[in-house]
Each structure stands twice: as structure tokens, then as C-alpha cells.
């Protein structure tokens, strides 16, 4: 059975499509939608749905060599929705992954981010390959820019205890706009802000956990599908975005 998910921004909307096997081996997509990008359509498409949309598979993610092996993550372990959706990994040869996917609050970005902790005695030494790729297309709205890359340094040295972090970038531009700022940091600290104004407020407490965990689930879905637009904002928990 495959799960659904889709977490918003302003600018980005994004569906992470996951499937766990019997061997709790776990397939991730990315279907990365930026609504405001109106796309050219074809006599059979509908014009409502023709944003600027594409999924992804693992593909497009760097790969990682440890003492000259290529790191496959463990055994899915957990996962953890609240806001972001995150996969936890058994540790495998020392290390432990954790993946998490969140959208940018306000720019045309949608962010994976990856943290490789060190769960052994001695200091571990990762090589990361790069991740590089640039589209470009014409559209309603002139040029759109479509790229993804990680900021992830080429050699990393993690010592017993610690962890890295990096983060996998889906982004778009449209024409000569300015490219989205990617620090990490700041990314996650914005959707976590977010996230914590909508658990303090309009509170359900009900003898019902699972009332109360799907009324919180409810307001972030309601409250992150408010779309910019070139008219104002527009409540769209579709991703339906007309400029």
C-alpha cells in the first residue's frame, strides 16, 4: 500500500509518496508542484491542473561511499508525522539516518534533509557525490527554471556521537527572479515556527486522542494551503492556483 502525504507552502506544494515492504524496506517519490507556474497545455489536459509539476524519485539523490562502500540506509525503524514527515533508520555499519521532508514557508522550494549520525566508537569518513539537475521550459508566465541540488560538502568526518547535516533542494524560478535561499537552518526553523503557532492555538482537548491528533493534523492542511497570487491569497488545499 502506498501512503500520501502533501505538505504546502506559499509558493510550493509538495506530495511525498511512500511504500514500506515486508522487509521494512522503504520507496519514497517526490512529487514537486509549484502552482503559481502555469504550464502550456495539451488539447486533452485540463487547464485548472497545467502547473509546473514533476516526481522524483530516490534517483536524484547524491550518493554516499563510507571506507570505500556505497552507504545503504538500515532498516526503516519509524516514522514520525507532525507538520514534516520523517523516516528513521536503524543504524547500519555505525551510522544512523533520518529523512525529512518539509516545505520551504515562502520561496519555491521544497527540502529533503538528511542527518547521518555517527552511532559507533570510532570517527567515521563519508564521501557525498553531488546532485545536479537544471530544466528549463516556456510557460504562461514566461521562462520557468526548474533545479535540484544538495549543499552537502564532497568529504565529511563525523566523529563518535555527533552528526551532519545537509539538505536536498528542489527549487524553481520563474524568468530573472532572484533563486530561493537555501540555508537549511533557516528553512526548517521557519516551518517549525509555523508548525508551533498552530499546536498553541485553537486547541482541541478531547478524551479522544485520535480526535485530537486529526483536528491538529486538519488545521496545519488548512492553514499551510493558502496560496499567493498575483490577485492576493487564495485557499487552495487542491493546489489549484490561477495567476
Known sequence: MTIYMEMSGSLVSGIIRYKVGRNKQVQISRDIIFPQLRKYTKSNESMYRAYLR??????????????????????????????????????????????????????????????????????????IGATAFNQQEEGWLGTYYRNIFSDAASNVTIMPGEKYDFGVYFTAQLNNEAAPATQLPALEHNRN???????????VNSPNKVINTLFYFSKIRAAESIFKSRLGLVYSPGVVVIM
Not at 108 to 116: G, T
Not at 193 to 203: G, K, P, R, T
Open 54 to 127: 514533476n516526481e522524483y524519485a530516490d534517483e536524484v539523490l547524491p550518493t554516499i561511499t563510507v571506507s570505500q562502500k556505497k552507504f545503504e540506509p538500515g532498516i526503516l525503524d519509524s516514522i514520525r508525522i507532525n507538520g514534516k514527515i520523517s523516516f528513521y533508520f536503524k543504524e547500519r555499519n555505525g551510522i544512523r539516518l533520518v529523512r525529512s521532508f518539509f516545505p520551504a514557508m515562502d520561496s519555491r522550494c521544497f527540502v529533503e534533509k538528511w542527518s547521518l549520525i555517527n552511532t559507533g566508537k570510532t570517527a567515521q569518513t563519508l564521501t
Open 193 to 203: 515556527l509555523f508548525l508551533d503557532s498552530l499546536a498553541n492555538n485553537l486547541v
